[in-house]
């Protein structure tokens, strides 16, 4: 059973910088894809960013193109979020989830195997 487990949250003032780290154990991480997705308050959960088990292959959404960064080091088992330029918008709860596959879409939340339990971002103005 794979588990994930996300850290680096916190209070941020807009224009600031956060770094969300996941880790995970239990699997083969090395041949999983990663993504990361947010859920603010009344809303549903939406896809953030995703990378491939290659370290090479990236998705964006739109509204973080520029501003945030995805990244993951094998080694480690473990995967970044790194995020500049936050905006109160940014605020949510961040997820870690992973896809047990080489393959296949990795940008919706229903494409996900496995979740992290998320950490919080708040941005204020």
């Known amino acids: 059973q794979v588990q994930l487990a996300e850290s680096g949250g916190g209070l941020v003032q807009a224009g600031g910088s956060l770094r969300l780290s996941c880790a995970a154990s239990?699997?083969?991480?090395?041949?999983?894809?990663m993504g990361w997705f947010r859920q603010a308050p009344g809303k549903e959960r939406e896809f953030v960013a995703a990378i491939r088990w290659n370290g090479v292959d990236t998705y964006y959404a739109d509204s973080v193109k520029g501003r945030f960064t995805i990244s993951r080091d094998n080694a480690k088992n473990t995967v970044y979020l790194q995020m500049n330029s936050l905006k109160p918008e940014d605020t949510a709860v961040y997820y870690c989830a992973a896809r047990a596959s080489i393959r296949g879409r990795i940008v919706t939340p229903d494409d996900m195997d496995y979740w992290g339990k998320g950490t919080l971002v708040t941005v204020s103005s």
């Open positions: 239990g699997g083969t991480f090395s041949s999983y894809a």
